[in-house]
C-alpha cells in the first residue's frame, strides 16, 4: 500500500475511495461523522473490520463537535449520531461492536472535556487493535497454506477491507511472504466486483501471483483439481459458526464439500456475535437494485427489470472447515471453540 487506507489526522479521516479504484487511488479527507457514514453507505469504505474502524471515528468526530458542556445533554446527542452511523449497514457485526465501545467510552467520562478524549483514544484503540488482530490472524492462517497450494478467495479482505494486514488475504499475502510458491484464483464478486477492481488490485502491488475468474467459474476449477482450498472473510458469525458472508460465499462453501476441498473463514473474533444462537437471525443488507442492473454507470439489463440484490449469505457451520482467528484457530464446534479462545 503505497499510503494506509485508513488515518486518523487528528480533527479528520483520511480514507482511499474504493469506488474509485483500480483507475484511481483517490484519497477523501471526510471531516463530519455525516460524510463518514456516507461513505460507508456508498462502499467508499466497506470490509466489515474497516467499516468498524471508521465507525468508530465517525462517532469520535461527532462527538469533538458537540458545543453543549452539559453532561446529559452531550450524551443525548451522542446516541443520536450513533444511530446515524449504526444505519449505514445492518450485516457488519464489527461496526456495531465498535460503536457499543465507543458509547461505554462515553458514559464513563465526568464531564465532556475528559468525554471528548476518551471518544478519540478509544477510537485509535479500536483501529491498532483490529490492525494487530489482522497480523495474527494472517500468521496462523498461512500455516493451512502449503507449498505450491493454489488458493481461491471471494470478494475483498485485504488492507482495504481491514484497515489492518488482511484477514483472508492477509493469510495469503503472509504465506507467499514464507516463501510458499502459491498461487490465487480472486473471483470477480459480482455485483460490485471487489474480487475484479479491489483484490486484484491488492495483489498485483503484493506481486503475489493470480488469476482472475468469474463467480460461476468455481466450480470448473474445483472438478479439475485446481483448488487446493478456499479461504474467505465473514462479516459477522453466529455462535454456532453459521457465517454471513459476501453474497456467493454459501455457493463456493457446497461446492468445495462437494469436491472434497478445506473451507477457511479468517475473521476476528470482533466480527463473532455471540448474542445470536444461529445465521438465520443475522440481518441481511438488501442494497440497490442499479447494483446489479448496472455496471459502473452502464445498464446492461433492460429498464423495469426486477431486481434483488441481498449483500450477504449465509454459509451453514458444517460447511465451515475451520475459523481462524488472532486468538487461534477453532473447529467444530464452534461455540464451545469459540468460549475456549484466551
Known amino acids: 500500500m503505497p499510503k494506509e487506507p485508513v488515518e486518523w489526522l487528528g480533527d479528520r479521516l483520511r480514507i482511499l475511495d474504493q469506488t474509485r479504484l483500480p ?8 471531516g463530519r461523522y455525516q460524510d463518514i457514514a456516507s461513505a460507508i453507505t456508498e462502499l467508499k469504505i466497506r470490509g466489515a473490520p474497516a467499516i ?12 469533538l463537535k458537540i458545543e453543549t ?5 452531550f450524551l443525548k446527542e451522542l446516541r443520536g449520531i ?4 449504526t444505519a449505514t449497514r ?24 475528559r468525554i471528548k478524549e476518551a471518544l478519540v483514544s478509544e477510537a485509535v484503540k479500536i483501529h491498532a487493535e483490529e490492525a494487530a488482530a489482522t497480523g495474527k490472524i494472517s500468521q496462523l492462517g498461512a500455516g493451512l497454506i502449503g507449498d505450491g497450494f493454489s488458493v481461491l478467495t471471494h470478494c475483498n479482505t485485504g488492507a482495504l477491507a481491514t484497515a489492518g494486514y488482511g484477514t483472508a488475504l492477509g493469510v495469503i499475502k503472509k504465506a507467499a511472504g514464507q516463501g510458499k510458491k502459491i498461487k490465487v484464483l480472486a473471483t470477480e464478486t459480482r455485483p460490485l466486483l471487489q474480487g475484479a477492481r479491489l483484490t486484484a488490485w491488492e495483489l498485483m502491488k503484493a506481486g503475489i501471483p493470480f488469476t482472475l475468474i468469474t463467480d460461476s467459474m468455481a466450480g470448473y476449477f474445483m472438478s479439475r483439481g485446481e483448488v487446493d482450498c478456499v479461504i474467505v472473510g465473514a462479516a459477522r458469525i453466529a455462535l454456532n459458526g453459521d457465517t454471513a458472508n459476501k453474497l456467493g460465499t454459501y455457493t463456493l462453501a457446497v461446492l468445495a464439500k462437494e469436491h472434497g476441498i478445506p473451507f477457511y473463514v479468517a ?11 444461529k445465521g438465520i437471525d443475522i440481518p441481511i443488507e438488501e442494497r440497490s437494485p442499479e447494483e446489479v442492473t448496472r455496471i459502473q454507470g452502464v445498464a446492461i439489463a433492460p429498464e423495469g427489470t426486477r431486481v434483488a440484490n441481498p449483500a450477504f449469505d449465509i454459509t451453514p457451520h458444517h460447511l465451515i472447515t475451520a475459523i481462524i482467528t488472532e486468538r487461534g484457530i477453532i473447529r ?6 469459540l468460549r475456549e479462545l484466551k
Open 23 to 30: 483507475q484511481e487511488e483517490a484519497y477523501l479527507d471526510l
Open 52 to 63: 468498524g474502524v471508521c465507525a468508530a471515528y465517525a462517532v469520535a468526530l461527532g462527538g
Open 69 to 73: 458542556r452539559a453532561r446529559a445533554e
Open 82 to 85: 450513533i444511530r446515524t452511523i
Open 90 to 113: 445492518p450485516t457488519a457485526r464489527n461496526l456495531f461492536g465498535a460503536v457499543e465501545r465507543m458509547l461505554r467510552a462515553a458514559e464513563a467520562g465526568r464531564d465532556t472535556d
Open 267 to 277: 475473521a476476528p473474533t470482533t466480527t463473532f456475535d455471540t448474542t445470536l444462537d
Open 332 to 337: 467444530e464446534p464452534y461455540g464451545e471453540g
